[in-house]
């Protein structure tokens, strides 16, 4: 079991630690199986690679 710890003093952003967890190897499938668990409707999740300001990261978007 692998334990990732976040010291979020400042609160975090749910978009972007989806992204920061693909990147560390988070399975987007996997992701998306598990959330046909919760028996949610009429949503569609996105993850693509982006580059801002010299820096490569994965932009995660819930769309309605």
Do not use: H, P, Q, W
Request: aromatic share 10%; glycine share 10%.
């Amino acid at each position: 079991m692998k334990i990732a710890y976040f010291d979020c003093f400042s609160g975090i952003s749910g978009d972007m630690l989806i992204g920061a967890l693909i990147d560390l190897g988070l399975d987007i499938d996997y992701l998306k199986k598990e959330l046909g668990k919760l028996s949610l409707k009429d949503y569609r999740i996105e993850a693509k690679k982006i580059v801002k300001n010299g820096i490569t990261s994965t932009k995660f978007n819930v769309i309605e």
